[in-house]
């Protein structure tokens, strides 16, 4: 067989796969239903009542199904919400990254940055709540395993985009500080949005403050930087 002809009956056998891929089955499509309702009424009920009120049998009986329904989905309960935050924050990921996509001036970028989550959770009250708790995880009565990585790869990530547009590479931790300050930032933003009685309102009376957060972590990454004359990457 010539090399060509190889590389055609490559090319079919690819093809001829995509043509073929198997479709789910009623059943799959039930199971992924129910395993998108015990999600959906776990998101709610976090809301609510937060994560350490909340008990399966609280999240069965709003899904409708029976509790050995849940732990054919979830080993537990921490297992869920792990879950719940890996998809929240990865739809947040995306949502920064258009924002964010060309900028290359510092101050705007950490502008779009806070922008970027305020769009984000301004009609997903309970995806807010939800990143809240994940914040505070500490605190809570019960230590909710899992929510740390996609958390701190969500930080992570907020510091790459910083690194691609400062000069030099800073020290990571320093980068995390700033990140885990636009994290606060908007913590406290929508915290307040509880007491606003309009969200115009609220945008109005924070702007002072968001700019100001803007310039301070502007001047304390600025300040972080080498001198000129030392191009040191770190």
């Not at 700019?211 to 600025?222: D, E, N, P, T, Y």
Request: glycine share 8%; net charge neutral.
């Amino acid at each position: 067989m010539t090399k060509r002809s190889e590389t055609v009956r490559k090319e079919m056998v690819v093809r001829s796969g995509k043509r073929t891929r198997r479709k789910k089955t009623r059943g799959e499509m039930r199971i992924e239903a129910t395993r998108q309702a015990l999600l959906a009424g776990a998101r709610e009920l976090f809301a609510q009542k937060g994560f350490d009120l909340t008990t399966i049998d609280d999240i069965t009986e709003r899904a409708d199904v029976g509790k050995g329904t849940f732990y054919y989905h979830f080993k537990n309960k921490h297992r869920l919400v792990s879950e719940l935050m890996k998809s929240m924050l990865a739809e947040l990921r995306s949502v920064i990254d258009g924002k964010c996509q060309g900028i290359t001036d510092l101050d705007q970028l950490l502008d779009h940055l806070i922008e970027g989550h305020i769009e984000f959770f301004s009609k997903r009250w309970e995806d807010f709540v939800l990143y809240f708790q994940g914040r505070a995880d500490l605190t809570l009565q019960e230590g909710y395993e899992g929510i740390e990585t996609p958390f701190n790869e969500y930080l992570e990530h907020i510091a790459d985009l910083l690194d691609g547009v400062i000069k030099y590479h800073l020290d990571r931790i320093a980068l995390t500080r700033v990140s885990c300050a636009v994290a606060g930032f908007v913590s406290g933003y929508y915290s307040f949005a509880v007491i606003a009685s309009e969200e115009n309102e609220l945008d109005e009376t924070l702007r002072p403050v968001r700019k100001s957060l803007v310039a301070g972590l502007s001047r304390f990454i600025k300040e972080a930087i080498p001198n000129e004359g030392t191009p040191v990457r770190w």
